[in-house]
Structure formats: C-alpha cells, structure tokens
C-alpha cells in the first residue's frame, strides 16, 4: 500500500512527515522507518515524525532517527511537526502537544515557529566540555578550526568513547563570535554523521555557553551549516527556566512510496 508523506526541514535539518491519526502506520517496523529516511533508496531525511492523536492535548509527536529506532526528543522536529499540524488544520497558530520528554507549547507565524522546550535543572561542566540534556543529550566543547575538522570522525568517537558509550551522546563543536553569537556544528546520534542543524543541540549550546559564563545574554544567535536559529531563556536560581527555540520550518514536498 502507497505511504503518503511530506518532507520538511528546518535550517536543513530534514524531516519525513507521516499523518498518523488514522494509526496505520507500522511504528515496529524499524527497517521501513530507515528505508524511508534512507537519501539513496528511500526519500531521504535525519529523522520520521509521526503525528498522531491525543485525548486532551493537540496531537502527539512520534520521532524516530534515521536509522530507524525512535529516540528522543528533536527541536527541530517538533518545529516541523508545529508547521505540518498548521498544513493539515490540526491548529492555528498555536499548539499544546506531547513528545517523548513531555508537554510542549509553540507558536507559529508565517514560516517561523516558537517551540518550549524542557527546563534545564542541571548543567554538568567538564574541563574540557559541558553536558546537559535539552530533551536528547549533548555533549558541547569549543572548536577553533570549526570550519575545517573532520567532524564524522571526532564526533563519533566522542559519541562511542567514555562516559557515553553505546547510548551515546549527541556532540556539538562550537565557536563564539560574539557575546550574544555562537557558531555551531553537529554530530548526531542515530544519524551517526553531522547535521545542518539540531535544535535541541542548538539549545544545549546557548544554555552551556551562558552557564561558563561565555555570555552574559538570554537570547543567543545560533549559526548552524543549515541557516540560523535563536534560543531564549530565563534563569532563576541556577535553572533555566522559559526556554526558546525560535526559528524557520519550510514545507518542501509532498508524495507516495
């Protein structure tokens, strides 16, 4: 039987969307989810989003990685999810929804969309990294040459390599511009190669940077290899609290296979 689906992608970070409200589709078949997102034989993207249901909420958020094993949460993705939920009339230009990590809230104006994320209670500051969990884990160190290192293989053995092992962390490589300004490049797990972008790592950037004291700012630009994005937050005591991911989600195609 044809799988309808639409792609998305936020700052290049590219998404299968799959309605599933109807629950036809087979979440256990994990080879299909990686067919699906495979760019050789399949459509091609980092991630399959299902949208589904919800008794109380505006619908539910389903995210598998690449390789076809559902993980944990994607910023960007529930971006994208916030944007595919306005195409098929779910919502306006607002939305409650659940993700594997909890209740979000959004918004969403003409292509940009606002997405809460989880408060961050605990920020890990290591000598040569900072590690915290924006919903997936991330693992964020400074890279001066950010421009010109092999990320694939220094992410993975970051990601593979102690304290993280087979779980594994996703690993973002930064370097500061500016006090309120930060490049970024990521290694996703599940992926298992660098993305354009990842929201959630976007995330774990600006909180970390603030947390080392690299900036003194609640609203940071982000500059990833697929565009820009922005993340807001407060502090109170410690813990960042309100926090923002702000940016693009565009609508790319729509088809069967």
């Known amino acids: 039987m044809a799988q ?22 087979d979440k256990n078949n994990t080879k299909q989810v990686a067919f699906l997102c495979d760019r050789r034989f399949g ?5 399959l989003i299902l949208l589904e249901n919800h008794p109380e909420l505006d619908f539910k958020m389903v995210y598998y990685n690449a390789d076809g094993n559902e993980s944990t949460m994607c910023g960007n993705g529930g971006r994208c999810l916030v944007a595919f939920a306005k195409h098929l009339g779910v919502i306006s230009d607002k ?10 809230h959004a918004t969403i104006k003409n292509d940009i969309v606002s997405l809460q994320m989880l408060d961050v209670n605990v ?20 890279e001066e040459a950010i421009d010109a290192f092999d990320i694939k293989s220094l992410g993975a053995k970051i990601r593979y390599g102690a304290p993280y092992n087979q779980a594994g962390s996703n690993v973002n490589f930064v370097k500061k511009i500016s006090d309120s300004n930060f490049r970024l490049r990521t290694y996703e797990r599940g992926v298992e190669d ?64």
């Open 123 to 142: 920020v890990e500051n290591h000598k040569t990294h900072v590690f915290l969990n924006t919903g997936s884990p991330h693992h964020v160190q400074f």
């Open 43 to 47: 459509i091609g993207a980092d991630g």
């Open 194 to 257: 660098e993305t354009l972008s990842c929201g959630t790592g976007a995330t774990a950037v600006a909180i970390g940077m603030h947390y080392i004291g690299e900036t003194e700012k609640n609203l940071i630009d982000l500059n990833v290899e697929g565009g820009k994005l922005q993340v807001s937050f407060d502090v109170e005591n410690g813990a960042y609290k309100n926090v923002w991911l702000i940016g693009p989600a565009k609508f790319v195609f729509k088809g069967s296979i």
């Open 4 to 25: 309808t689906f639409y792609k998305y992608q936020g700052t290049g970070n590219d998404f299968v969307m799959i309605d599933n409200r109807s629950q036809t589709f």
């Open 95 to 104: 939305a409650v929804f659940e993700a594997i990590d909890g209740l979000h």
